[in-house]
């Protein structure tokens, strides 16, 4: 019973809680606000089984993130496992109104957090971007890595499963030997790694907050493609982005590169005409 479970996350996270109520959270977790007597909280549940170490990856992403930049990033409470359910406890944030320089003070935190360098390609554990796992094996090399890491095993699940034929096989190996020169050489960023328009909010002080990563140190284009796939930021984002890191010419002509990896990411879980869109960029490359 939900409310035996929430009562027992509760105390394992040290809070106290008075109610609850199921809020909107994604598309695979069960997501609740927990009402306590001074501040509120938010709790994602899933399958201990079917998604092992989610969250605790997911916990390790927002903390890195909340390290390593300005940026807002909810504060992670605690995570474990009970009854076969791992659960994510997180603080609350409350959803406010943008401020005519939220998204420029956006795009400055997140240029600031990628202009700090790190020392390779992938991230210290495989984690997971949406319910697929994400491959995160360390590389020197970004072209190495991003086809050997997001592009090739999500091709391979395509192929396996019937959905891709053996001509796309080979556009697609064509396609990772075109892309090798194709990115500028630059230092490994912190990414929050799926950057899209449904994981960030403004809150009550005018300031974007992220959250639901998909956190590796990879090019810094990955995270500004991601920011366009679906709709795109305002310009003043990108305005301020370009002040403080100013993106290598090309960058916007390199977008289809970029987004291949979330389409492939949609192409397997949801099918339809995200395999047509991955289709056509590695074909059209």
Known sequence: MIQNLVQAIAKAGGINVSGYEPVRGGDINECYCLYGAFTNYFLKLNDANRFPGMFEMEAHGLEALRNNSSLVVPGVIKQGILHDKQWLLLQWMEKGTPKKNSMENFG???????????????????????????????????????????????????????????????????????????????????????????????????????????????????????????????????DAYQEIYPLEKGWQRRLPVTQLYPLLVHAVLFGGHYVTNVKDIIRKL
């Not at 086809?147 to 080979?170: E, H, S, W, Y």
């Open 108 to 238: 400055i935190a997140l240029a600031n957090m990628h202009k700090q360098p790190k020392s390779y390609f992938g991230w210290h554990k495989n984690n997971y971007m949406g319910s697929l796992q994400q491959i995160n094996t360390q590389h020197n090399s970004w072209n190495d890595f991003y086809a050997q890491c997001r592009i090739m095993p999500l091709v391979t699940i395509l192929f396996d499963t019937g959905v891709f034929k053996k001509p796309d096989l080979n556009n697609t190996a064509a396609f990772i030997k075109k892309i090798a020169g194709m990115f500028p050489q630059e230092a490994p960023a912190q990414l929050h790694g799926d950057l899209w328009g449904g994981n960030y909010m403004i809150n009550t002080d005018g300031n974007a907050v992220i959250f639901d990563p998909a956190v590796y140190y990879g090019h810094r284009e990955m995270d500004l493609g991601m920011t366009k796939l679906f709709g795109g930021f305002s310009q003043p984002f990108y």
